[in-house]
């Protein structure tokens, strides 16, 4: 089965083209973060508008880098949810409407299964069950992932996300948007045990999240002292320590809850260079193995939409010809295709 996927759930434009005998035929990605830099943050109009112009072009370079027509297409699959509504709404209009005109079905995806699925993408994917930690912007959240659509959430954010910590905090430090690979940035000039920030939720049962005291004991800091180069690098790196432990802390519980000998990390935050060295020593000393997409899919992709698609669709799930978007819509109200 082949299958053209769309993401246009925030601010990415992703289109993928997918073959399940023979794999990711072609993909691109078009990032919108020099736009939404200029605020701090993502503007939703500015991005669904975005989407619109680019979403097409980019659907007519994929299919030519990958040598397939509409002809040769058995499906499409768009991000339904969650996400922003009106990047959503364009993605699910021109991915029902492509199917329609094509006489081929269409399937709404989970934003969050897509990411959770990426790793399959890989020569080294991960066999079922596994733990999967979700970590972007967004989300932030521990499942035991047991099938596709089989899906247990073990723990979750209740407040920011934290890559949503990231770029608030980093915006408070005067760094560039994106957050995540700005702080890691300035963290490497920083100087080790000047600043400690709590490690949320870290000394009480549980495996869910917080982040919005580590954000705030940031804020405290930038209010302390003045803010040199000196200074953003040595909170930028007590920061980013917090936050890493924080989520290997976790891991290291849900690991151990769930006896799960399979580790898959996914989003955005999951490209962190100081979180990848962290969570792979301690599998290594735990004999866990664990399992990451490629940085580029990482991030919100089309080919994590494409194979996520696919094998909906190849189980024979498929929308009718009404379309929508659910901007919030919970991983758990997934059924297995």
């Known amino acids: 089965m082949r299958v053209l996927g769309l993401e246009t759930s925030c601010d990415d434009t992703g289109v993928a083209v997918f073959d399940t005998d023979c794999g990711l035929l072609a993909h691109k990605l078009y990032s919108q973060s020099q736009m939404h830099a200029e605020y701090g943050g993502v503007v939703p109009e500015l991005a669904s508008r975005d989407h619109i112009r680019k979403l097409l072009p980019l659907v007519r370079e994929v299919l030519a880098d990958a040598k397939v027509a509409p002809s040769d297409l058995d499906g499409v699959a768009y991000t339904m949810g969650p996400g922003l509504a009106g990047a959503l709404l364009?993605?699910?209009?021109?991915?029902?409407?492509?199917?329609?005109?094509?006489?081929?079905?269409?399937?709404?995806?989970?934003?969050?299964?897509?990411?959770?699925?990426?790793?399959?993408?890989?020569?080294?994917?991960?066999?079922?069950?596994?733990?999967?930690?979700?970590?972007?912007?967004?989300?932030?959240?521990?499942?035991?992932?047991?099938?596709?659509g089989d899906y247990h959430l073990l723990g979750e954010s209740v407040d920011d996300a934290v890559g949503e910590a990231f770029d608030k905090t980093a915006k408070l430090l005067d760094l560039d948007y994106p957050g995540g690979p700005a702080i890691a940035?300035?963290?490497?000039?920083?100087?080790?045990?000047?600043?400690?920030?709590?490690?949320?939720?870290?000394?009480?049962?549980?495996?869910?999240?917080?982040?919005?005291?580590?954000?705030?004991?940031?804020?405290?800091?930038?209010?302390?002292?003045?803010?040199?180069?000196?200074?953003?690098?040595?909170?930028?790196?007590?920061?980013?320590?917090?936050?890493?432990?924080?989520?290997?802390?976790?891991?290291?519980?849900?690991?151990?809850?769930?006896?799960?000998?399979?580790?898959?990390?996914?989003?955005?935050?999951?490209?962190?260079?100081?979180?990848?060295?962290?969570?792979?020593?301690?599998?290594?000393?735990?004999?866990?193995?664990?399992?990451?997409?490629?940085?580029?899919?990482?991030?919100?992709?089309?080919?994590?939409?494409?194979?996520?698609?696919?094998?909906?669709?190849?189980?024979?799930?498929?929308?009718?010809?009404?379309?929508?978007a659910r901007a919030r819509w919970s991983l758990m109200d997934l059924a297995v295709p």
């Open 90 to 148: 364009v993605g699910a209009s021109i991915g029902r409407s492509l199917a329609y005109a094509w006489g081929i079905p269409a399937v709404g995806v989970h934003h969050m299964e897509g990411h959770l699925l990426a790793p399959m993408l890989e020569s080294d994917a991960p066999a079922f069950p596994f733990l999967a930690l979700l970590v972007s912007g967004g989300h932030t959240l521990l499942t035991d992932v047991r099938a596709v």
């Open 185 to 324: 940035a300035a963290a490497m000039h920083g100087t080790p045990g000047r600043f400690r920030f709590p490690r949320p939720m870290t000394d009480r049962p549980g495996l869910d999240f917080s982040f919005s005291g580590l954000k705030t004991a940031a804020l405290t800091a930038t209010q302390q002292n003045a803010l040199d180069a000196r200074t953003i690098g040595d909170i930028a790196y007590a920061f980013q320590e917090a936050a890493v432990d924080t989520l290997v802390i976790k891991c290291a519980r849900a690991l151990e809850q769930t006896g799960h000998t399979r580790l898959v990390i996914a989003g955005g935050v999951g490209a962190n260079v100081l979180l990848r060295a962290r969570l792979t020593e301690h599998c290594a000393k735990t004999n866990v193995h664990l399992y990451y997409p490629r940085p580029l899919f990482c991030t919100d992709n089309g080919a994590m939409i494409a194979y996520a698609g696919a094998l909906r669709l190849r189980a024979g799930q498929e929308e009718g010809l009404a379309f929508g």
